[in-house]
């Protein structure tokens, strides 16, 4: 079930890693979590546009743990992401996953908004 949550889409004529976290219950992030550095990492390093999608997510703590762990492992090969839906995200723990990944996270209203940030200038 979690594989379809991460895929490649096109806008605009660029590939995004759409993660789409949307509605998941702790286990299911845990499993999205511990999938998308193997997405992102295929890739060359510096290419990636990543847009995530954590509308009405259930995040707790081992969640955030496990995603500090893999935005820190997937910074190199990023060039852009944009986050969706972060007020699932308790700020604490999201101010703690920007400290610890030392990655700026800019967060959008919807995703039509973050894919016209993510191909801006490209």
Known sequence: MSEERIRNITHK???????????CDVAEMLQICEMVPKYVTAQPRG????LADFTGAHVNREV??????GAVY???????????????IPKVF???????SKRDLPTFHSREEALEWLVKDE
């Open 13 to 23: 004529g660029h590939q995004i890693l759409l993660v789409d976290c949307t509605n």
């Open 47 to 50: 290419t990636v546009l990543l």
């Open 64 to 69: 955030m743990d496990t995603m500090k762990t």
């Open 74 to 88: 997937d910074r190199p090969h990023l060039k852009r992401s944009a986050w969706v839906g972060t007020e699932a």
């Open 94 to 100: 999201f101010e703690n996953l920007k400290s610890f």
